[in-house]
């Protein structure tokens, strides 16, 4: 009986967690649909200053007028997902009601004697050009709080605001917000605040009503074409010279070691003890599949990679079936939300992955590696971006922001990793134990490992691993442009047929250039190849980070301790993921690179 009660428990938690927010409904917005007269809410959602867009407040923190119907300005939205939460968003209704299709004339919402507290506020927000956002039926508004007089070095706040709603027939597809009506900010100065409300019947279909929200000219414009096409053709340029390149030197060295095998069976024959002394990749095929140091670290990292490569493309597809099933962009945290599901779902491919790369190189009876490699799947990734939010969570409670994550969000989340990815993880880790193959390698390792010598320096890890970075950070810097600018400037990214696009050939890009290092490498005799391969793949990320320091430095007006924090912060996250999935990429790649050119060998 306990644990059917258990078991519902973790139910209802899993669809409240995760089903809910793909529905994202409201109390009367269900369906988008109203009859005459139907109530139509308004929600306020959030204020802020316009240059910082993770500093933002709950829009009851500035003294505006709060709702008189019972409802209380500290609840929010019952409906919302946690998605929703994470993205910040802290939806309140208004003051004031909306009736479907009929128009108000200019009406006071309240009024309001300003306290030297109310107008210390209203002084901060305005000179600090803050902005504050509503929805109604899922379609935001903004609006400035005021403006700034910096001759007389007053502060005036806008008390009017007017509603235009566009409808068609029992939908609503379009809605413009104009404020007017500027008043001086005193203390103890009387404040009436008032709106008015005008409905307008519209040709748009509902199908085409978020368009105006989509920046087409930024996003579309023909430098945007033009450099995923440049640098498509760069790759497909670079990838055939690397390819000619590596199966022309690859052609020459099998033939070099075919001509000296013969020529020392010839001397052996003739009773000539001496033998060519080779040079090259070829003489660390004794210690080439040797298992890499850390076993049980490199294999975590390698199931994180996977299962990060997984989530990303899975959420790129998803987002690029938008219209299918709704684009991803028209509700608040949908694409939150499928990362949630998809890092849940996905946790079995971790666990199988990091399970069957530990049972290539070690015995199925290791129990104290295996747990190792488990534990440190199960808890790498999600620990580090755990403390990263703790710490950004701190932040935003001292500050008092709405990006505050409660502690019951807090509490779900946990949940679901306990319940939901732990034991999907411990499943895929069985599986890829038991299922998984010891692996026959092409060559027998040697049981002393033979000395490295001395390489060149353009043959050592030191100079192969940053230079590996580069051509793929190159291929997706323009894209990285657009995403960073729909993040921190207010845009909708909607081109998701672009970033698909470009994850390809990052792919393609990352896979090469780790071959190459790892060519590099082992021509130096250095059979450690696996963790340069790997930090060759991952190098990219290193590149991310600095571009995102350059482009808080130069292209945004972000300050503020907590702005600040919570951009490296998310930088940091974004940069380590990429790091984490273009460096399994590498050694994926760089494996079968290397599996391949030593099944072509003789060796005596």
């Known amino acids: 009986m306990v644990r059917i009660v258990i078991a519902g428990q973790i139910a209802a938690i899993f669809l409240q967690t995760i089903l809910i927010p793909f529905t994202i409904v409201r109390a009367d917005d269900r369906n988008h649909r109203y009859e005459n007269g139907d109530r139509v809410n308004l929600w306020v959602n959030k204020v802020g200053p316009y240059a910082n867009p993770q500093e933002t407040y709950p829009y009851y923190s500035l003294p505006y007028c709060h709702p008189e119907d019972g409802h209380k300005t500290d609840e929010a939205d019952p409906n919302a997902g946690i998605a929703e939460i994470l993205a910040g968003h802290s939806l309140r209704l208004s003051g004031h009601p909306l009736f479907f299709a009929n128009d108000e004339k200019s009406f006071t919402e309240c009024k309001r004697t300003l306290t030297q507290a109310d107008a210390d506020s209203f002084i901060k927000a305005v000179k600090g050009q803050w902005f504050y956002q509503m929805y109604l039926d899922d379609l935001p508004v903004w609006g400035m709080v005021g403006e700034e007089n910096e001759d007389e070095g007053s502060a005036y706040v ?205 015995a199925k009876s290791s129990t104290a590696g295996w747990q190792s490699a488990m534990s440190l799947t199960l808890l790498f990734l999600p620990t580090v971006a755990a403390s990263v939010m703790s710490i950004l969570n701190c932040i935003a409670l001292y500050y008092g922001t709405a990006n505050v994550i409660p502690f019951m969000v807090i509490l779900k989340c946990f949940a679901i990793w306990i319940f939901l990815s732990i034991p999907l993880t411990v499943v895929g880790t069985l599986l890829g134990r038991h299922s998984g193959k010891k692996t026959i390698f092409p060559c027998r390792v040697n049981s002393i490992p033979r000395s490295i010598p001395d390489a060149p320096w353009y043959g050592q890890p030191l100079f192969l691993v940053p230079l590996a970075g580069l051509l793929p950070f190159g291929s997706i810097f323009i894209e990285l442009y657009y995403v960073m600018t729909s993040v921190w400037n207010y845009k909708f990214y909607h081109v998701y047929g ?27 005799e250095n059979y450690n190849w696996q963790w340069t391969a790997y930090f060759s793949g991952s190098s990219m990320s290193v590149y991310v980070f600095l571009y995102s320091v350059y482009y808080f430095s130069w292209k945004t007006q972000m300050n503020g301790m907590l702005q600040t924090s919570f951009y490296f912060g998310y930088s940091f996250l974004m940069s380590l993921s990429l790091g984490l999935l273009c460096g399994t990429l590498g050694h994926f790649s760089s494996s079968k690179f290397v599996r391949s050119i030593f099944q072509n060998v003789k060796v005596d």
């Open 158 to 362: 806008y008390t009017e605001r007017r509603l235009t709603i566009a409808y068609n027939t029992n939908r609503i597809v379009e809605v413009n917000m104009t404020s007017q009506g500027l008043e001086e900010v005193k203390a103890g100065k009387d404040i009436s605040f008032t709106m008015a409300i005008e409905w307008n019947k519209s040709s748009k279909s509902f199908d085409k009503r978020f368009e105006r929200y989509l920046d087409n000219d930024f996003f579309k414009h023909q430098i945007h074409w033009f450099s995923i096409f440049n640098s498509f053709m760069m790759v497909i340029f670079l990838c055939g010279l690397v390819a000619l390149i590596l199966i022309r030197t690859l052609k020459k060295d099998f033939s070099k070691y075919s001509r000296e095998i013969d020529e020392d069976m010839e001397s052996l024959n003739a009773g000539n003890a001496a033998l060519n002394e080779d040079s090259g990749w070829k003489q660390v095929h004794g210690d080439v599949f040797r298992s890499p140091p850390f076993l049980e670290l490199f294999s975590a990292l390698v199931g994180s990679g996977w299962q990060l490569f997984f989530i990303m493309l899975t959420v790129i597809l998803f987002a690029v079936a938008g219209p299918i099933h709704g684009d991803v962009y028209e509700e608040r945290g949908e694409v939150i939300s499928a990362t949630i599901v998809v890092y849940v779902l996905s946790s079995i491919t971790a666990g199988y992955y990091s399970g069957a790369f530990y049972r290539k190189y070690a």
């Open 498 to 524: 672009f970033m698909l696009g470009v994850f390809g050939i990052m792919t393609i890009v990352v896979s090469m250039t780790s071959i190459i290092s790892v060519y590099f490498c082992l021509n130096a």
